[in-house]
């Protein structure tokens, strides 16, 4: 009987290497050794979970048949060893064939649920990649429509421009054109699939640099007269930061131009750039100067915030009296940004 034990705990135990031929190999331990031992516990208990793990993998080949074959084995056993009347006798049948069919409804109702789990997910896949699609296709549309209106505007803006090589003014709004045709052609990539590719532009601080010192020629070309400031160096910086702080400090140039007071010292705009991430603290005297519906947004700074927000940092904005304040803190990696009170 230890051997016996031995061997159908051994087949359990393979169940993870071979399922189908351990389970079988249990029922047919099982049906040998019931002849000269009769019924044990551990035999039942094996036998069950077999039956139980077929009716998962395979409820109506190996399931049923295994039922079947164990059904038999014990039926023969009774008669044989225990003297039973008849091999047909019902009572004894049902006594058998009972904890044989609850073993396998237990497994046939694990497999039924698996396939649900199954089913559900693969829906779940479907349902995202229609959503997936229906995104690409409305990014698709969006990107048409910003070919089709805002590229073709500029590109009239630009061949206005393009007419009047020696006047300076007309010159900077050529070079606004051409900056502008290159962002619109990236979003446009991106809306389309085409998308962006990360390191385009050359390292961070020289990007960062060149556009504050673009961004500070263009203002005091137009009146707005400050000294946009950098300090520090970050050698380690992340691709979504990157963009987001030179999206950010474009917006607020923007906003200059808009809001401001124009005149000497009109604003401030000091950039902070350390391991952890960028500091930006902007500053300037708001004008009464009221802007054409078209020209309003509202959206800039709005959105600007969210992302920063995603990123981990912070943007907060405060109007003053007359005294426009705004100051973000952006991490290279959410995991350094500390909250400041």
Avoid at 242 to 271: C, F, M, W
Avoid at 302 to 312: N, V
Wanted: proline letters at 4%; a negative charge; one cysteine or more.
């Amino acid at each position: 009987m230890t051997i016996v034990s031995v061997v159908l705990i051994a087949c359990i135990a393979a169940t993870p290497v071979m399922p189908r031929l351990s389970q079988w190999l249990v029922i047919g331990c099982y049906c040998v050794s019931l002849l000269p031992l009769g019924y044990t516990v551990v035999q039942d208990v094996s036998l069950a979970i077999a039956i139980g793990i077929l009716a998962y993998l395979y409820p109506f080949t190996d399931g049923v048949a295994a039922v079947v074959v164990a059904t038999i084995g014990g039926q023969i056993n009774a008669v044989v060893v225990y003297s039973q009347s008849s091999f047909f006798d019902i009572a004894a049948f049902a006594r058998v064939i009972l904890p044989l069919a609850t073993a396998w409804v237990c497994g046939y109702a694990a497999n039924l649920h698996q396939k649900s789990i199954h089913m559900q997910r693969l829906a779940e896949k479907h349902l995202a990649a229609e959503k997936e699609n229906e995104r690409l296709q409305a990014n698709a549309k969006i990107a048409v429509r910003m070919h089709d209106t805002l590229t073709n505007d500029l590109s009239c803006i630009s061949a206005i421009a393009h007419q009047h090589p020696d006047d300076p003014e007309w010159n900077v709004i050529l070079r606004r054109s051409q900056s502008a045709f290159v962002q619109a052609h990236a979003v446009i990539d991106y809306l389309s699939g085409r998308g962006i590719r990360e390191g385009d532009g050359g390292p961070f601080m020289e990007r960062l640099r060149q556009q504050l010192d673009e961004d500070g020629k263009y203002l005091d070309f137009l009146g707005y007269h400050g000294v946009p400031e950098l300090h520090g160096e970050a050698l380690v910086t992340t691709h979504d930061a990157e963009e987001e702080i030179l999206a950010l400090l474009k917006e607020i140039g923007t906003n200059i131009q808009r809001h401001a007071v124009p005149g000497d010292e009109s604003y401030i705009l000091n950039v902070d750039v350390t391991a952890e991430g960028v500091e930006i603290f902007e500053t300037n005297d708001v004008s009464r100067t009221v802007l054409s519906e078209a020209e309003r947004s509202g959206r800039g700074l709005a959105m600007h915030r969210e992302q920063i927000k995603r990123l981990g940092g912070i943007l907060d904005t405060n109007l003053d009296g007359q005294l426009w304040i705004l100051h973000a803190d952006i991490p290279w990696d959410k995991r350094m940004m500390v909250p400041k009170r």
